[in-house]
């Protein structure tokens, strides 16, 4: 039978050995992850060229300073306004389906550029042209959506004007 236990000795930890295990530990994970920690100390070095640490560090010990003239501008009613027109923005987006949104987008995109065309080309058209393009199945299609699209804007004014009244 074994003999019991009478007397425990607890083992002092040594600072020394801990600091020189986690030092072991460190270096381990920096040769582990050499090509991560260069990369950062790279962005460290050009934030530090552009001054961001610095302009970080005045930020951070003058922070009530900038923290009530932060208040000040955000109390500001045209920063309300700015808030509320995003909300709508972000709710006018949500309404609107994902290719009806690409089709919009596209159509303003070739829009703009042949009318940019047209102005550094500085070409005046007739009214006999202007007529015979008239009958082209773009300009009609682009025609009707803009009717449409006067006649949806108007309802809504009308709607909004009920409402008010």
Same mark, same amino acid.
Request: charged share 25%.
């Given at each position: 039978?074994?003999?019991? @236990?009478? /007397?425990?000795?607890?083992?002092?930890?040594?600072?020394?050995?801990?600091?020189? !295990?986690? &030092? $072991? %530990? @460190?270096?381990?994970?920096?040769?582990?992850?050499?090509?991560?920690?260069? *990369?950062? @100390?790279?962005?460290?070095?050009?934030?530090? %060229?552009? +001054? #961001?640490?610095?302009?970080?560090?005045?930020?951070?010990?003058?922070?009530?300073?900038?923290? #009530?003239?932060?208040? !000040?501008?955000?109390?500001?009613?045209?920063?309300?306004? #700015?808030?509320? *027109?995003?909300? =709508?923005?972000?709710?006018?987006?949500?309404?609107?389906?994902?290719? /009806?949104?690409?089709? &919009?987008?596209?159509?303003?995109?070739?829009?703009?550029?042949?009318?940019? !065309?047209? =102005? $550094?080309?500085? +070409?005046?058209?007739? @009214?006999?042209?202007?007529? #015979?393009?008239?009958?082209?199945?773009?300009?009609?299609?682009?025609?009707?959506?803009?009717?449409?699209?006067?006649?949806?804007?108007?309802?809504?004014?009308?709607?909004?004007?009920? +409402?008010? $009244?």
């Amino acid at each position: 039978m074994a003999k019991a @236990i009478r /007397q425990i000795s607890r083992q002092a930890t040594n600072e020394t050995e801990e600091r020189a !295990q986690a &030092l $072991e %530990e @460190i270096m381990q994970a920096l040769a582990d992850n050499k090509e991560a920690v260069l *990369s950062m @100390i790279e962005m460290a070095k050009e934030l530090h %060229e552009v +001054k #961001v640490f610095e302009t970080a560090g005045s930020l951070l010990k003058q922070r009530n300073e900038v923290g #009530v003239i932060a208040m !000040q501008q955000v109390n500001q009613p045209a920063v309300h306004n #700015v808030i509320k *027109s995003g909300f =709508g923005l972000f709710k006018f987006l949500g309404g609107l389906q994902p290719a /009806q949104l690409e089709t &919009l987008m596209n159509g303003v995109t070739l829009g703009l550029k042949r009318m940019s !065309q047209t =102005g $550094e080309k500085g +070409k005046k058209q007739s @009214i006999w042209k202007m007529r #015979v393009r008239l009958r082209s199945p773009a300009i009609r299609a682009a025609m009707t959506t803009m009717v449409d699209f006067m006649e949806g804007m108007g309802e809504a004014f009308l709607r909004s004007r009920e +409402k008010r $009244e």
